[in-house]
């Protein structure tokens, strides 16, 4: 197991999503929620799952919800029941919690309450359809900020067969390398030698002017 524990509270399907892959991820995951279906769907796929009422503070104490190391909070579809726990956790001690948001003014909220991320599961699944919409090379994207992003893509054809310093991604396009992944293989922080093969994907770290500047080259 991971040495971090996670609570995720309110297990629809983004709660249930981060917990089962925390858990596949060799984590430690207690999952909350207040449907027994829910409950019992998730019990085989997590270290432990809970019935029970997270707007109560002493079931939260009950729980030992103080000794995690990070509280995702899925329960966005109810923004009072959301604001009421990120607030709750929080005041327990958690060192790090992750609330989802319906909205920009929830988000606000969350924030000004303790949230030390806020999430759009809906939006950026919109973003990420818009990207590989418009372009077949991208096959993932992680919005870091409105500015820059983590792409990954899928090497140009022109690509095959050069060195990343032959290339020169960066001047040309703004792509800053992070790794190459060939097969079932990832190298991280790739040298200027490296050569790009067929079928390599690279993780590149890139502003959204210059993702379109790659499109439309």
Not at 164 to 182: S, T, Y
Not at 186 to 195: F, L, M, N, R
Request: glycine share 6%; proline share 1%.
């Amino acid at each position: 197991m991971s040495g971090k524990q996670f609570v995720v509270i309110g297990l629809g399907r983004f709660g249930s999503s981060v917990a089962k892959t925390l858990y596949t991820l060799g984590c430690d995951v207690l999952a909350i929620d207040s449907s027994e279906e829910l409950v019992q769907n998730i019990s085989d796929s997590v270290t432990r799952a809970v019935q029970a009422d997270a707007t109560d503070e002493k079931v939260l104490r009950s729980l030992g919800v103080r000794n995690f190391d990070v509280a995702i909070i899925g329960t966005g579809t109810d923004i009072q029941t959301s604001l009421l726990v990120t607030l709750m956790v929080k005041e327990l001690g958690v060192k790090t919690v992750v609330a989802k948001a319906q909205n920009e003014l929830h988000a606000k909220v969350l924030l000004k309450i303790g949230a030390d991320r806020v999430i759009f599961p809906e939006k950026e699944a919109g973003v990420k359809l818009a990207y590989s919409l418009i372009s077949s090379n991208i096959l993932d994207f992680i919005e870091l900020s409105p500015e820059y992003n983590i792409v990954e893509i899928i090497a140009i054809r022109d690509w095959i067969g050069k060195s990343l310093n032959e290339l020169k991604l960066r001047q040309r396009f703004g792509l800053n390398i992070i790794a190459i992944k060939r097969e079932n293989n990832i190298k991280i922080t790739p040298s200027a030698d490296d050569i790009i093969m067929e079928g390599d994907n690279l993780v590149v770290i890139a502003s959204t002017d210059d993702i379109n500047k790659l499109n439309h080259s």
